[in-house]
């Protein structure tokens, strides 16, 4: 199993970066976890597009579904030009508030609902959803195989029932909205800071921690320095185009 960072910035990205985004690929089998501004754009430099086997939206903010519209306009012209056939599955928060009735219209998409505890078996992968704590309905996802184990955050708070989802996997990416001093910041928005994603890795017992999810003003060296301040383990930051075997 591989990720592919192809953006991590929120909730706006850098100048020619993208917001969040990260191609999971096993055998096969690529999934695209979330689809954030510009990561349409930035996910041919890694796949072919029309290659994508399904997309996992974690929550309808913006940082994380809004080139989901871009994606869609290019599967249409796929399946116009012949060069696709197979409606892309795209699995989606079910929150009937949001914008669910419109992508459901969508001939190009396969849209599957996803609900807290649910699985689902898409090839040689067992993708499994888990309802997180954020200001609107998010979920993570745990990916697994025979060979390894992956467990996505997407924006969530700390809490011990969510540590136990991910018990034990080889990967941890976790975001890391806020630096360890600002916890007032990270609880009032529904985000953890760096001593809760290290907190919440070192809980699991994960292989290593993947941190993500960076404001752009923010310099990625102190994050770092923080991060490690806190997390004694393997880690990296998921900065655009990095690659990590799991
Ligand atoms: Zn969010
Ligand atoms: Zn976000």
């Not at 953006?7 to 999934?31: F, H, V």
Request: charged letters at 20%; aromatic letters at 12%; proline letters at 3%.
């Amino acid at each position: 199993m591989e990720l592919i960072t192809v953006g991590s910035w929120a909730p706006y990205p850098r100048n020619n970066e993208a917001c969040c985004g990260y191609i999971l690929q096993e055998g096969m089998t690529t999934i695209l976890l979330d689809c954030g501004h510009a990561v349409f754009s930035n996910l041919g430099n890694y796949i072919n597009c029309l290659q994508l086997d399904a997309v996992f939206i974690s929550h309808f903010h913006p940082d994380h579904c809004a080139d989901l519209h871009a994606l869609r306009h290019f599967m249409r012209g796929a399946f116009i030009s012949g060069q696709r056939s197979q409606p892309l599955k795209v699995f989606l928060p079910d929150d009937f508030e949001g914008d669910l009735t419109y992508w459901q219209q969508i001939k190009e998409l396969d849209i599957v609902i996803v609900q807290d505890g649910w699985s689902f078996r898409l090839a040689e992968l067992e993708l499994k959803f888990y309802r997180m704590r954020h200001s609107i309905l998010t979920y993570g996802v745990k990916i697994q195989s025979d060979q390894a184990s992956f467990f996505y955050t997407a924006d969530t708070r700390v809490e011990e029932s969510l540590i136990e989802a991910s018990r034990g996997v080889d990967l941890l990416l976790a975001e890391t909205t806020f630096r360890s001093y600002e916890k007032d910041l990270a609880a009032a928005a529904g985000h953890m800071t760096t001593a809760d994603a290290a907190y919440w890795a070192k809980q699991a017992g994960a292989k290593k921690l993947l941190a993500t999810h960076f404001w752009p003003g923010f310099d990625l060296q102190e994050l770092r320095n923080d991060l490690a301040g806190f997390y004694p383990g393997q880690f990296d930051l998921a900065t655009a185009g990095i690659r990590v075997q799991i």
